[in-house]
Nanobody, 123 residues
């Protein structure tokens, strides 16, 4: 089972950008649909973006549409989340998940999570 390893988080001012990376341990990302989730303090984990295994179909939460982009580099076995125009409400721990169920309208994760990467956006 693929185990995600997230990186790239940090502290950024509102309006800034970050690119998160998710590497795969024990699997090949090109074989799986993938999703990025986030969890803010006191809130439930929510789906932010997802990408299909092969068609390139993507899903974005309304709150990030036009600002975030999910992509994959199969040669590097890595999935990215490019985050632009960041807002304080984007502050959360971001998690990657792979080999879940992607329907086109949503991504249902499996139980294999990485440690997450903290994103903090200051106002």
């Amino acid at each position: 089972q693929v185990q995600p390893v997230e990186s790239g988080g940090g502290l950024v001012q509102a309006g800034g950008s970050l690119r998160l990376s998710c590497a795969a341990s024990g699997g090949t990302f090109s074989n799986y649909a993938v999703g990025w989730f986030r969890q803010a303090p006191g809130k439930e984990r929510e789906l932010v973006a997802a990408r299909s295994r092969s068609t390139g179909s993507t899903y974005y939460a309304d709150s990030v549409k036009g600002r975030f982009t999910i992509s994959r580099d199969n040669a590097k076995n890595t999935v990215y989340l490019q985050m632009n125009s960041l807002k304080p409400e984007d502050t959360a721990v971001y998690y990657c998940n792979a080999d879940g169920d992607y329907t086109g309208d949503y991504y249902y994760p499996n139980d294999y999570w990485g440690q997450g990467t903290q994103v903090t956006v200051s106002s």
